[in-house]
């Protein structure tokens, strides 16, 4: 039986992958690009606030880290305009192209490699049974000004296009643009991830 890594060792990992993913992008170092690209300020601020929420049991600490957390989060959301909140479940190589008005859902879930430009909300929506945030998938591209909303499943290599409303499932590979979204092509994400 594999070990599983202590958790505090996996958040320092997912991390990692952030970085490597924005250093591939941006074609800089590692150091500069920690220092200028504000989706890692964010990315950063997200992994430590969900390794306490989750993950960090000592109780005097606990709450000290809590308070510390609660601080450092809404001093990002005002610099960069980026809210990742800690229940959210937000998969390693993150990518956010552009800061500014990116609002997540806590109970979204979003997948490894995913790529979300400036303004674009992924919240809550529907009514009764149908309530809910939601589940994207791996590798998906979220142009600007995108909403995605409501208790949905966004399937793996996915491009929703610029502006676009999506309120409904949208298959792998699929390309959703228009409001409300529809999908154009099964070209996927490929070219813009």
């Known amino acids: 039986m ?4 202590p958790q505090f060792i996996s958040m320092i990992k997912r991390y990692k992958t952030d970085i490597n993913r924005y250093t591939i992008v941006e074609k800089k170092s590692s150091f ?11 990315l950063a601020e997200y992994r430590f606030n969900h390794w306490i929420h989750y993950h960090f049991h ?6 000290f880290l809590i308070i510390l957390g609660v601080i450092c989060h809404k001093l990002i959301m005002l610099i960069t305009g980026i809210e990742l909140p800690k229940q959210a479940e937000i998969g390693s190589g993150l990518y956010i192209a552009h800061m500014g008005c ?17 303004d674009v909300t992924i919240g809550l929506g529907g009514r009764g049974d149908k309530l809910g945030s ?9 142009a600007p000004g995108a909403k ?12 929703i296009g610029a502006n676009a409303v999506v309120t409904k499932d949208l298959p792998d590979k699929a390309v959703a643009a228009g409001v409300p979204a529809k999908i154009i092509s099964y ?6 991830i």
Request: proline fraction near 6%; glycine fraction near 10%.
């Open 2 to 5: 594999v070990s599983k890594p």
């Open 32 to 42: 500069l690009t920690i220092l200028s690209k504000e989706g890692l300020w964010a």
């Open 58 to 63: 000592v109780p005097i600490l606990r709450q």
């Open 102 to 118: 990116i609002v997540l859902h806590p109970n979204v879930e979003l997948g490894d490699n995913c790529t979300i430009s400036q």
């Open 134 to 142: 939601p589940k994207i998938g791996d590798r998906v591209y979220i």
């Open 148 to 159: 995605i909303f409501g208790k949905i499943t966004i399937g793996n290599d996915v491009a």
């Open 187 to 192: 070209k996927g994400s490929k070219d813009f």
